[in-house]
């Protein structure tokens, strides 16, 4: 079956960068985009941006370009989501997602990976 | 961006009640591309419907979704207790992708 698989817990310190990792298992990887998303404690998701593994093509949320960049290594099937200049506010889950895909939204979620940052 | 505005924010309601919810986006979504996802605590969000009104493998037929345009509705046609929970709405028609805030179901 198709599974995302993230990376475990992180705490950083204020300043610092994040570098999550999504392996996926259960579909050809290059067919299908990656989303990542992230809430915050007590909030609703916050779409993060979006990466092609078929050709690298990727949109950011605006507010969080210049401090994201998302990539996939196509021989480990995984994709890998990076923010730098970290904040407290950037304390929340932060969950890979698969899709959108022509007609369909996010269809398979990893567990979602706990990042607090904190000093 | 697309600014999407969910009502109402709680809704609590008795089994075998019918549960209506409200998505109303700053602009037309694209394609109708406007996806519905519910999420219990501590659980990633799941996919219930797809480009407005197509259900996710799995889903029961209870859960409906309609509109176009900029309004849009999710109905739930007879609660049951596993339904209480979190549902967002979200636009995949025009990057960036966004999310509405939420509405609670809890049901009595």
């Known amino acids: 079956q198709v599974q995302l698989v993230q990376s475990g817990a992180e705490v950083k310190n204020p300043g610092a960068s994040l570098k999550v990792s999504c392996n996926t298992s259960?579909?050809?990887?290059?067919?299908?985009?990656i989303s990542w998303v992230r809430q915050a404690p007590g909030q609703g998701p916050e779409w993060m941006g979006w990466?092609?593994?078929?050709?690298?093509?990727?949109y950011y949320a605006p507010r969080l370009q210049g401090r994201v960049t998302m990539t996939t290594d196509i021989s480990t099937r995984t994709a890998y989501m990076e923010l730098r200049s970290l904040r407290s506010d950037d304390t929340a889950v932060y969950y890979c997602?698969?899709?959108?895909?022509?007609?369909?939204?996010?269809?398979?979620w990893g567990q979602g990976t706990t990042v607090t940052v904190s000093s | 961006e697309i600014v999407l505005t969910q009502s109402p924010g709680t809704l609590s309601l008795s089994p075998g009640e019918r549960a209506t919810l409200s998505c109303r986006a700053s602009?037309?979504?694209?394609?109708?591309?406007l996806a519905w996802y519910q999420q219990k605590p501590g659980q990633a969000p799941r996919l219930l419907v797809s480009?407005?009104?197509s259900r996710a493998t799995g889903i029961p037929d209870r859960f409906s979704g309609s509109g176009s345009g900029t309004d849009f509705t999710l109905t739930i046609s007879r609660l049951e207790p596993e339904d209480s929970a979190v549902y967002y709405c979200?636009?995949?028609?025009?990057?960036?992708?966004?999310f509405g805030h939420g509405s609670k179901v809890e049901i009595k």
């Open positions: 997602a698969r899709g959108p895909h022509h007609v369909y939204g996010l269809d398979v």
């Open positions: 259960g579909y050809t990887f290059t067919t299908y985009g």
């Open positions: 990466i092609s593994p078929y050709n690298g093509h990727t």
């Open positions: 602009q037309s979504v694209i394609s109708n591309y």
């Open positions: 480009a407005t009104s």
């Open positions: 979200q636009q995949y028609g025009s990057p960036p992708w966004t």
